[in-house]
T-cell receptor, first 115, second 110 residues
Framework: EAQVTQNPRYLITVTGKKLTVTCSQN?????MSWYRQDPGLGLRQIYY???????DKGDVPEGYKVSRKEKRNFPLILESPSPNQTSLYFC??????????????FGPGTRLTVL | GDSVTQMEGPVTLSEEAFLTINCTYT??????LFWYVQYPGEGLQLLLK?????DKGSNKGFEATYRKETTSFHLEKGSVQVSDSAVYFC?????????FGTGTSLTVIP
């Protein structure tokens, strides 16, 4: 089944404790992206990647890191999480380097709480 | 910068009512426009899209027309069903970056 998977689905952590949220897709897509969803703010793009070893900042990259060492994986790293990073996070992928014309396929989401 | 302004909700309609959710945008260049739908507890799914002015996207009875003169991409459906209850997001892209609206929650009651 074609899908985007995220792990973990739920995470409660404390301020300053480094964490990684994994994202994997099995559709051989070039483009991958991370978003956060907050009430009243909709989805905001954190980082995106057009292909292996090619990443770029979205609208809200502060406090996050990403890497794209393999085509299928695009982990999101919070090196020192803070309470304002409590949010619902979505990973998405798309079948072209220029994703602007194409459908994005979203993962099920990761709900992160930082205490 | 680029942005999307979406009609605020929540919206509650009776089954078979007509639906309009307004979306306007600000963008440099020529964006592609999208409507995504999010069902409870799930990720977003593409509902429809339009990639140039005057294009009409349609899917599952929903329609939206890319209007460059009014910078709008309003979502419409002639007769909603209970199964259409969800959150709807308008979005734009001018390349590899995406900008989403705040979402409009729709509840359809029998």
């Amino acid at each position: 089944e074609a899908q985007v998977t995220q792990n973990p689905r739920y995470l409660i952590t404390v301020t300053g404790k480094k964490l990684t949220v994994t994202c994997s897709q099995n559709m051989n897509h070039e483009y991958m992206s991370w978003y956060r969803q907050d009430p009243g703010l909709g989805l905001r793009q954190i980082y995106y990647s057009m292909n292996v070893e090619v990443t770029d900042k979205g609208d809200v990259p502060e406090g996050y890191k990403v890497s794209r060492k393999e085509k299928r994986n695009f982990p999101l790293i919070l090196e020192s999480p803070s309470p304002n990073q409590t949010s619902l996070y979505f990973c998405a992928s798309s079948p072209a380097e220029l994703a602007g014309y194409n459908e994005q396929f979203f993962g099920p989401g990761t709900r992160l709480t930082v205490l | 910068g680029d942005s999307v302004t979406q009609m605020e909700g929540p919206v509650t309609l009776s089954e078979e009512a007509f639906l309009t959710i307004n979306c306007t945008y600000t963008a440099t260049g020529y964006p592609s426009l999208f409507w995504y739908v999010q069902y409870p507890g799930e990720g977003l799914q593409l509902l429809l899209k339009a990639t140039k002015a005057d294009d009409k996207g349609s899917n599952k009875g929903f329609e939206a027309t890319y209007r460059k003169e009014t910078t709008s991409f309003h979502l419409e459906k002639g007769s909603v069903q209970v199964s259409d209850s969800a959150v709807y997001f308008c979005a734009l892209s001018t390349g590899n970056q995406f900008y989403f609206g705040t979402g409009t929650s729709l509840t359809v009651i029998p």
